[in-house]
């Protein structure tokens, strides 16, 4: 099997399926617990959240760990926290995660202002219309740090500073992030940042919220994470997140920004009408989004899962219905180019041999297939900035 769906969420990392093996059957005491199972339960959970913390460079006490990044976009974005933040509007894009989005009309529905900003077809956001609307306003600004589908790195050291300069608040989405970008909390400053482990190969159901303040807490009841979150400490998936955060390897993305470029040329030199979506922005390292020229990404998706290959389109299954990606069409493009882009995120076991029957079985797939390329449209204005 190649997997080309990292981004989606990584096999488990080599330490975790060792921890999986053994270890994990001795965690299986409460942390909250006063006896010598629990105290020691207890010791483990510290000793992780310091080392998770080093290694985001935050201060242990500011990482509340939660079941993922959706809870932890839903605690900082709950109606009852912009109102006890004193938020006079939330900002965001549309290439925002559903679960951001979700909440963004959740927020509305209650009576929220809910302030959007756009992106050029390579998918940079229009930070100088981000900086007009924080002006006169306390305002919560939530976006992406990398884009989960086309790997397009937002500037978040200068969206910072804007907020901060507006005496406002910056929540930043971190899933795509984490692993696959080095960066230091500390330098960044943001009042909030949310992550999930799974994305680089801990177990699921364990993330983590990064937190300058104590938000008003979602879920209630017992006095864990220091009164923030309330529940028995999942301290298996704390544990497989301090094994795959040390299996990180930041090196190795060098290899991996080689081979999706490799990808990339390979299948551009095949059919020139296909187009790298945010080409010529920072990306992260492992992803490319590809339009395939007009052709239906289901069928190939299908066609490649055949060959034993696992990659994505971004889409979401609703009501049985295989619906475009909000990402792309928010990036002025049409519901039909968006049916026709494919997602490939690699990871730190993904090697030349593997790109070269990945090329080797789109290239089958586009000789077979009997539709007609379409042209990739030229947009000159989206969401208020001028492109090509």
């Keep these: 099997m190649i997997y080309l769906d990292y ?38 959970l510290s000793i992780a959240r310091a ?16 079941s993922g990044a959706t ?11 912009i109102k006890a933040l004193g938020i006079e509007q939330v900002i965001s894009s549309q290439q925002e995660h559903s679960a951001t989005l979700a909440c963004l009309g959740r927020l509305e529905e209650c009576g929220t202002p809910v302030v959007w900003i756009g ?28 884009n989960n589908e086309t790997g397009v790195i937002n500037d978040v050291f200068e969206i910072q500073r804007m907020v901060a300069s507006a005496q406002s608040l910056f929540h930043i989405d971190g899933s795509q992030a984490l692993g696959k970008v080095q ?13 999930s482990g799974h994305k680089i190969g801990s177990l699921k159901g364990i993330g983590m919220l990064v ?7 979602l879920i209630v009841g ?11 400490a999942n301290l298996p998936g704390v544990r497989s997140l301090e094994l795959a955060v040390e299996n990180v390897d930041f090196a190795r993305l060098k290899v991996t920004s080689r081979l999706r470029d490799e990808l990339e040329a390979e299948l551009t030199r095949i059919d020139p009408a296909m187009r790298i979506n945010g080409l010529g922005c920072p990306r992260a390292a492992n992803t490319s989004n590809i ?98």
């Design 291 to 388: 339009y395939f020229g007009g052709r239906e990404s289901q069928e190939l998706l299908f066609f490649l899962s055949r060959k034993g290959i696992s990659a994505s389109n971004g889409s979401a299954c609703t009501s049985g219905a295989i619906e475009p990606s909000h990402v792309i069409t928010s990036l002025g493009f049409d519901k039909e180019y968006a049916r026709s882009c494919v997602r490939f995120s690699l990871g730190p076991d993904s090697t030349i041999e593997q790109i070269k029957i990945v090329v080797s079985a789109i290239q089958e797939f586009l000789t077979g297939s009997n539709h007609q390329t379409v042209p990739a449209k030229n947009h000159e204005r989206v969401g208020g900035l001028e492109v090509t």
């Design 119 to 146: 992106a050029n077809s390579r998918g940079q956001l229009d930070l100088s219309a981000l900086e007009s609307k924080l002006a006169g306003k306390r305002s919560l600004v939530s976006l992406m740090y990398v």
């Design 7 to 44: 981004n989606s969420t990584a096999p488990f990392s080599p330490k975790v399926r060792n921890y999986l093996s053994a270890e994990i059957q001795t965690d299986w005491a409460n942390a909250a617990s006063p006896h010598e199972l629990g105290l020691e339960a207890a010791s483990k």
């Design 51 to 66: 080392r998770i913390a080093e290694f985001v460079d935050c201060n242990p006490k500011a990482l509340s760990f939660t």
């Design 222 to 232: 017992g006095k864990q994470e220091n009164g923030f979150r309330a529940g028995t």
């Design 71 to 81: 809870e932890s976009i839903n605690t900082i974005l709950h109606p009852s926290n």
């Design 211 to 217: 937190a300058q303040d104590t938000p008003s807490p």
């Design 183 to 195: 960066f230091s909390l500390s330098d960044v400053g943001a009042a909030y940042v949310s992550f």
